[in-house]
């Protein structure tokens, strides 16, 4: 078949702008290994003899992404496409990016750029942004108009770019035509794993440094604070009793009808076991006036005393984690800036008797264990919910710790905007 746009191709770690030019090239059987292992790498593709790229491609299957880079003849971004490998031989469009420069002297990515962005979700919760004066300047979200047939795409062979530059959703007119272009300097040897430049596979928001967090004595600085702070004795609150080990974590509020969907259950051992805060004091003033005050940044069902060596992020229920971009965490609601603990099986029973409690004012069910924590008690089974204050309203993702046994050691729930103004003190 014959092409009307030629296109080079070159093999690296990534693309500097700065330097306009490919990042620690490798030769193409480096890169054909890259990507038979799912390591990553990048394609930077050019018109023949052009410096600037006319795209660039990230690869990295482990992680089930392909990025697409499109860039301007001036060598800015213009385009940017997520795509995540979902299915044996289909990419699902998971988001799209446009900037337009108005402006011939805005940088690249400008916040004075016009943009447009495209979130998908395969069960069709979708939302369109414009922001149509740059960042700065307002926005308005609608229902994305992209036909369903343009939500997957195929998974090109090694080599194959061609279906990917002539996909209707990238904006590109004609058929391409691909040749291999050897490095311009020698590619260095193959070593493993690649360093990239300039990108990485998109990760999840991490747990938070959830150790540390529990502690007591280690010391942190926090970007609000003048000096260290230095995380207090944890605190066991109250105990939870878990007749079957479902532990449910949720918005209490939503118990009763289960308005907001189901909560994030983890499976634990069945017992009664402890439920701990961890926090540090400061002082502060205000006013002109000096006082003491504490911050808690967690909240946890301890299940075992061994030490976690792994944290993983609780899923809901019919959510993938493939789909989370970088930084992005699954959780639960929150419309009443509190949370709480409950055994699964009487969750709705127990979110009723705390919800009557709180709109009739009827404390018979709802004992007080101090610091805002709150408990109410299945008399029959023996079942118990716990709830604790949040810092606001939002979503809030649960961290599951595991022994080296893969066993669960502890279930926390942790303020990230707090414990994201934190960090270890220098030694």
């Not at 409690?357 to 069910?365: N, V, Y």
């Amino acid at each position: 078949m014959c092409s009307d746009v030629l296109v080079e191709a070159v093999y690296g770690d990534g693309w500097d702008p700065s330097n306009r030019s490919t990042v620690r090239p490798i030769s193409r059987e480096e890169a054909a290994r890259r990507d038979a292992a799912g390591e990553p790498y990048a394609v930077v593709l050019a018109a023949p003899g052009q410096e600037l790229p006319l795209a660039v491609l990230h690869v990295a299957w482990a992680e089930h992404y392909l990025g697409l880079w499109r860039f301007d003849g001036s060598g800015r971004r213009v385009f940017e496409a997520d795509l995540r490998r979902l299915e044996p031989g289909r990419l699902f469009l998971r988001h799209l990016a446009e900037w337009c420069y108005e402006q011939e002297d805005l940088p690249e990515l400008s916040d004075g750029a016009l943009r447009r962005t495209v979130d998908l979700y395969p069960d069709g919760k979708n939302s369109e942004g414009r922001y149509p004066r740059g960042r700065g300047g307002g926005s308005t979200r609608t229902l994305v108009d992209l036909p369903r047939d343009q939500w997957w795409l195929p998974v090109p062979e090694f080599g194959c770019w061609e279906s990917l530059l002539a996909a209707p959703q990238f904006g590109w007119q004609g058929t391409f035509g691909i040749v291999e272009r050897a490095p311009a300097v020698a590619p260095r040897p193959a070593t493993g794993a690649a360093e990239p430049f300039g990108w990485r596979p998109p990760a999840p928001a991490a747990a938070p440094r959830l150790e540390e967090l529990f502690t007591p004595g280690f010391t942190f600085t926090h970007r609000h604070r003048p000096q260290p702070l230095t995380i207090d004795p944890v605190r066991t609150v109250t105990e939870i009793a878990l007749p079957t080990g479902r532990l449910a974590v949720c918005d209490p509020s939503y118990l009763p009808d289960g308005a907001e969907g189901d909560p994030l259950v983890i499976d634990v051992p069945p017992g009664v076991h402890p439920v701990q805060e961890t926090g540090a004091g400061y002082e502060d003033e205000m006013f002109g006036e000096r006082f003491t005050a504490r911050d808690t940044y967690a909240v946890r069902v301890l299940v075992s005393e061994k030490p976690a060596v792994r944290w993983t992020m609780a899923v809901p229920p019919g959510d993938d984690p493939r789909l989370l971009r970088d930084g992005q965490y699954f959780g639960f609601g929150v419309d009443s800036a509190t949370g709480c603990f409950v055994e699964s099986a009487a969750r709705t029973d127990l979110g009723r008797r705390y919800m009557h409690a709180r709109t009739s004012g009827d404390r018979d069910d709802v004992h007080e264990v101090g610091g805002g924590y709150r408990k109410v008690t299945d008399r029959a089974g023996g079942a118990e919910l716990v709830t604790f204050l949040l810092g606001g309203d939002g979503v809030y993702p649960v961290w599951v710790g595991h022994d080296d046994a893969g066993e669960v050691t502890a279930v926390v729930v942790a303020d990230l905007y707090e414990v994201g103004c934190l960090e270890p003190s220098a030694p």
